[in-house]
């Protein structure tokens, strides 16, 4: 059986958080941060290209109860533009990822910035999804 890969995405405003992983590993990697720029649905297409990755997996903003908001409408809004590019779209809960990626990356006690949240984000959205398969 062919080793699936998985591209995620923490859609923002201003960067999208990335991460990497596949099926047989199973360990997801943050991968970059892409600025929101117009020309992000291509450079995404690049990268799932270059990883041969047949799944998307999209963060899922929700508020603390659960329910959507109006960054879950532009994040669905986003998702509907790649749907040419990829055969697979998934949304994952991304509830506190920011905040988990944040310790995490503080912990190593070195420098970070906002696109290293993103892309650690990204990761443990990642890996939540790869670990609920």
């Given amino acids: ?25 199973k360990i997801a990697v943050p991968f970059d941060t892409i600025e929101v720029d117009g020309n992000e649905i291509e450079t995404i297409a690049e990268i799932i290209v270059r990883e041969d990755a047949d799944t998307v997996v999209i963060g899922y903003p929700r508020n603390q109860q659960g329910e959507t908001t109006a960054q879950t409408g532009l994040v669905e809004q986003f998702a509907k533009k790649l ?10 809960d991304e509830s506190l990822t920011s905040v ?9 006690k070195q420098s970070y910035s906002k696109a290293d949240i993103d892309a650690q984000a990204a990761a443990i959205i990642l890996q939540d999804y790869l670990e609920g398969k």
């Fill in 83 to 92: 749907e040419d590019v990829v055969e697979t779209i998934v949304f994952q």
């Fill in 100 to 108: 988990l990626a944040e310790e995490q990356l503080s912990a190593h």
């Fill in 1 to 25: 059986m062919r080793t699936k890969s998985f591209v995620r995405l923490d859609v923002g405003l201003k960067r999208i958080g990335v991460a990497v992983a596949d099926s047989e590993v």
